[in-house]
């Protein structure tokens, strides 16, 4: 009703005009003016930051923390808007759900929806987290067990029914049977619709730190629990919708960061660090940050190429969970190799991973 009312008021100001012999001169600036304006917005909405739904193991190592830590300072700096995250895997202790509450109270954003794993013994990988334990007892944070906090598969679909058609990105850094849960997902009170249709319509990239190119094994693809869910996903993800981009074992492997956390102060990172292969020493391949910036950034920021991308093909998994790159036209899946120097590449991802936070902690 109301672009209809400003075309109605537009056309009787112009015959108004043209009646007192301005009509043409003004109607040609007002016909500018609107262009202009509708340019205007969409300039504005090709520049909108994305919304983004973090999946994450934070089981045995450091760099989903550290991977944690990077988006919650691109979101302080106005480059993403986090829409919640959801674990994947199982800890046997329990508690790897509060290591992401610790980080998001760290950061100000304690009120982020958190959903877990809730699938059957042997359909997900069982771990026992290197930090969850400390983390719960050392740190703020919502005082909630895994076994206390919604599935994982219900998180995902309420947080999709409620954001606008094609605008979300799934940034996936450990194993993949929260999508295929996802995927295989029937219609509920939060949608109607099933997973796969769920997805087609409200997701318009998935990045994913798994597997090695042009081929090999890696272990969020092929840990037991996992291989049925990897295969199903590769399979079947939408990716003529959402493109589906792999960052793989041999690009984060080279980038070294953690180090730094020596000389921050005391954080819910800090401690994953130090808990986990000794990483707050020796530091930390850079496997899960790598997955988190593309999705955030894409190729290239600033001027700067961070990776080329390698398409035209798609990431075919055996029945072991070995991945090898093939030739499928068709498909819209492709991987990253690696542009930008390596160190150059671990100095980036360190500054953000370590910056203070701009939120008061509640």
């Not at 550290?66 to 919640?84: F, K, Q, S, T």
């Not at 983390?135 to 409620?162: C, M, N, W």
């Not at 319509?201 to 092929?222: C, D, F, I, Q, T």
């Not at 959402?242 to 180090?259: D, N, R």
Request: glycine letters at 10%.
């Amino acid at each position: 009703m109301k672009a209809v009312f400003r075309r109605v008021t537009r056309r009787r100001l112009l015959k108004l005009l043209a009646a007192v012999g301005f009509g043409a001169p003004l109607a040609t600036h007002l016909i500018a003016d609107e262009a202009g304006a509708n340019l205007k917005c969409t300039n504005k909405a090709t520049q909108e930051m994305p919304a983004l739904i973090l999946d994450t193991d934070m089981l045995t190592d450091c760099d989903d923390a550290g991977a944690l830590a990077m988006l919650h300072a691109l979101a302080d700096n106005d480059e993403v808007r986090i829409l919640g995250v959801v674990v994947n895997g199982k800890d046997v202790h329990g508690k790897h759900g509060a290591v992401v509450s610790a980080i998001n109270h760290f950061y100000g954003r304690g009120d982020l929806p958190i959903g877990v794993c809730k699938r059957s013994e042997g359909a997900s990988p069982r771990k026992a987290s290197s930090f969850s334990q400390a983390i719960f007892a050392e740190f703020p944070h919502d005082g909630r067990a895994d076994e206390q906090r919604p599935d994982a598969t219900k998180v995902y679909r309420k947080l999709l029914s409620r954001s606008p058609d094609r605008t979300v990105t799934i940034a996936s850094i450990g194993f993949l049977t929260n999508l295929d849960g996802l995927l295989r997902s029937a219609g509920d009170e939060f949608d109607p619709r099933d997973g796969l249709t769920l997805v087609r319509a409200k997701v318009k990239l998935l990045s994913v730190m798994g597997g090695r190119y042009p081929s090999g094994a890696e272990h969020n693809l092929n840990y037991s629990g996992a291989i049925d869910a990897t295969r199903f996903v590769c399979e079947y993800w939408p990716d003529e919708i959402a493109p589906m981009v792999f960052s793989g074992f041999e690009l984060g492997g080279a980038i070294i960061t953690g180090k730094a956390y020596r000389h921050a102060p005391s954080s819910p990172m800090r401690r994953c660090y130090e808990l986990a292969y000794d990483s707050l020493r020796n530091g930390r391949p850079s496997w899960d940050q790598t997955t988190v910036l593309h999705a955030v950034r894409g190729l290239q920021h600033g001027g700067e190429v961070y990776w080329t991308e390698i398409s035209g093909g798609s990431n075919q998994v055996d029945a072991a969970g070995g991945n090898r790159w093939v030739a499928s036209p068709m498909r819209r899946q492709s991987y990253l190799r690696r542009a930008l120097d390596d160190s150059a590449m671990a100095a980036l991802i360190e500054d953000l991973m370590t910056r203070p936070p701009k939120l008061r902690r509640r």
